[in-house]
C-alpha cells in the first residue's frame, strides 16, 4: 500500500510543480499555452503568480510526504490537495462552453482522476496506518480463521 501511496503522492507533485511553476515564473505563457486555461478569461497577472505560490506551498507538503510516507504528512498532504482539486474538478465540469469535445473530455478525465487520486491516497494512508496499529497490538487484529 506504501508504494500505491508513493506513487499517488508523486503523481499529484509532479502535477502541483508543473502547473505552480509554470504559473508562478511565467503567468502569461501558462495563461496562452496550458490547454483550456484560455477559456475562463480574462488574465491576471496578480492572481496567476498567487494560485502559482500557493499551488507551490501544496507541491512542497506533498514532498515532504512522500520522502516520509507516513500518514500524519501524507494525509494533511493529500487533502490539502483534494481541498483544491474537488471543487476546481466541480468548475471545470460544470464550465465546458468553448470547449472542443475532445479538450471537454480531456479536461474533465484529467480533473476528475487528480482529484480522485488525492482522496484514494488519503484513505490508503489511513487504512495502512489503521493496519498497521492493528497489528502492532497483539489481539486486536481480527482473527480471519476464527
Not at 500500500?1 to 508513493?6: K, L
Not at 496567476?48 to 494533511?76: C, N
Request: proline residues 6%; hydrophobic residues 55%.
Amino acid at each position: 500500500m506504501t508504494v500505491f501511496i508513493r506513487v499517488g503522492l508523486a503523481v499529484l507533485l509532479l502535477d502541483e510543480l508543473v502547473v505552480g511553476g509554470w504559473n508562478a515564473i511565467a503567468p502569461e505563457s501558462f495563461y496562452r499555452n496550458f490547454p483550456t486555461v484560455d477559456l475562463t478569461p480574462p488574465f491576471s497577472e496578480h492572481y496567476a503568480r498567487d494560485f502559482g505560490g500557493a499551488t507551490l506551498g501544496i507541491a512542497l507538503f506533498l514532498a515532504i510526504a512522500f520522502v516520509l510516507p507516513r500518514a500524519h504528512f501524507v494525509v494533511p498532504a493529500a487533502l490539502a490537495f483534494s481541498i483544491f482539486s474537488v471543487p476546481h474538478f466541480l468548475l471545470h465540469v460544470t464550465h465546458l462552453e468553448g470547449a472542443t469535445v475532445g479538450e471537454a473530455i480531456a479536461l474533465t478525465a484529467a480533473n476528475a482522476t487528480v482529484a480522485l487520486l488525492g482522496i484514494a491516497v488519503v484513505l490508503a494512508a489511513i487504512a495502512r496506518d489503521r493496519r498497521e496499529r492493528q497489528q502492532a497490538v497483539p489481539g486486536s487484529a481480527v482473527d480471519p480463521s476464527a
